[in-house]
């Protein structure tokens, strides 16, 4: 068992990012992002980034939603979130458009793992990991590129009005190394958390089916945004991904 205020307080910062969810899930409905995808990001993000991400929401996505970029073509103006978002907020948008993807891979790869046991050996565990937590890695670094680079293709090809084929390249550009920076913070954190905090400092790991888990990584999807914000930063810079 872990200590009981380590889970009343990974009880009440999941609820938290819930709450968060479910607020900027009925704002996208209420009033649809102009690129479609930001409509998944906003409130996925908001399930680990919590009040940081509820408040860019109000402060910045609003002048990206649909009727902002109507008002704008009516009056023949540059939609506002072009021309009002600063430039480390666009990056920031940028890494959390690659990030949602990411979380919700690991996510789905996580459970899987957990309720099937054999993926992990599948992927490694007892073969090429004495770790079991190494093997799932793997198959969470699969989902959250395979839906990274979705999310990715869905901003890009709208806006460039690409082919498909064309699409998809651009995606592998604009998302590879951004995801890749992610899940380095990612995993940088749940190793700490796992092996450090909770094995060594408590006396056992979390498993996936614990509140405690799913707190340490809240604050994972957290060191991802932290460590691929410089990458995205170049990105957005250089033109590679699209300014949001």
Not at 1 to 20: D, E, K, N, Q, R
Not at 23 to 39: A, E, F, G, K, W
Not at 195 to 222: C, I, K, P, S
């Amino acid at each position: 068992m872990f200590p009981t205020w380590l889970h009343v307080l990974s009880i009440a910062a999941l609820l938290l990012g819930a709450a968060c969810s479910l607020l900027l899930s009925m704002q996208v409905i209420r009033h649809p992002q102009h690129m479609t995808v930001m409509n998944v990001v906003w409130p996925v993000s908001a399930l680990f980034g919590t009040l940081a991400v509820v408040w860019a929401y109000y402060r910045y996505g609003r002048l990206a939603t649909m009727e902002a970029h109507h008002h704008a073509e009516e009056r023949g103006e540059k939609p506002p979130n072009m021309t009002k978002t600063p430039f480390p907020v666009m990056v920031g948008k940028g890494a959390l458009h690659c990030g949602s993807g990411c979380m919700l891979g690991d996510v789905a790869a996580e459970w899987l793992a957990f309720l099937v046991p054999a993926v992990a050996i599948w992927f490694g565990w007892q073969s090429l990991f004495s770790e079991k937590m190494y093997a799932v890695w793997v198959l969470d670094f699969l989902f959250a590129f395979g839906l990274g680079i979705v999310f990715q293709y869905y901003a890009i090809v709208p806006m460039r009005g690409l082919s498909p084929g064309k699409g998809l390249v651009a995606a592998l550009k604009a998302d590879t190394l951004s995801l890749i920076a992610w899940q380095v913070g990612m995993y940088g954190f749940m190793a700490f958390a796992q092996f450090y905090l909770y094995q060594h400092l408590l006396g056992h790991r979390a498993e996936v089916n614990t509140v405690e888990f799913w707190f340490a990584m809240q604050l994972a999807m957290v060191a991802g945004f932290l460590t691929s914000y410089p990458v995205n930063w170049w990105l957005v810079g250089s033109g590679i991904k699209e300014k949001m």
